[in-house]
């Protein structure tokens, strides 16, 4: 098991930066990826930046040269450092975490931080 906490949501003007921060716990040696997804009221969680074990990265089109996904695997931290916000960001964001034992493959999600932009 692992266990996902998200904080740094907020309400920030338009072209303000935030950034979120997410704490895992339990299991942490299993993680071999971690990311954020954002969800917005009627539509699918979407993802927005995943970090692999090995530091690649990978980011939604729309917000590549915005957003960056970070870890501090000693404080088993991953950030994401939110630049030039625009209010289509607006959206609640979702710490996720995937992990690999042997063949088992597990999904863990966080609880949600509100992010909002206004304009």
């Known amino acids: 098991q692992v266990q996902l906490v998200e904080s740094g949501g907020g309400l920030v003007q338009a072209g303000g930066s935030l950034r979120l921060s997410c704490v895992a716990s339990?299991?942490?040696?299993?993680?071999?990826?971690m990311g954020w997804y954002r969800q917005t009221p009627g539509k699918q969680r979407g993802l927005v930046a995943t970090?692999?074990?090995?530091?690649?990265?990978h980011y939604a089109d729309s917000v590549k040269g915005r957003f960056t996904i970070s870890t501090d695997n000693v404080k088993n931290t991953v950030y994401l450092q939110m630049n030039n916000l625009k209010p289509e960001d607006t959206a609640v964001y979702y710490c996720?975490?995937?992990?690999?034992?042997?063949?088992?493959?597990?999904?863990?999600w966080g609880q949600g931080t509100q992010v909002t932009v206004s304009s």
């Open positions: 996720h975490a995937h992990t690999l034992y042997f063949s088992r493959q597990s999904d863990y």
């Open positions: 339990g299991n942490t040696l299993r993680i071999n990826a």
């Open positions: 970090i692999s074990r090995d530091g690649s990265t």
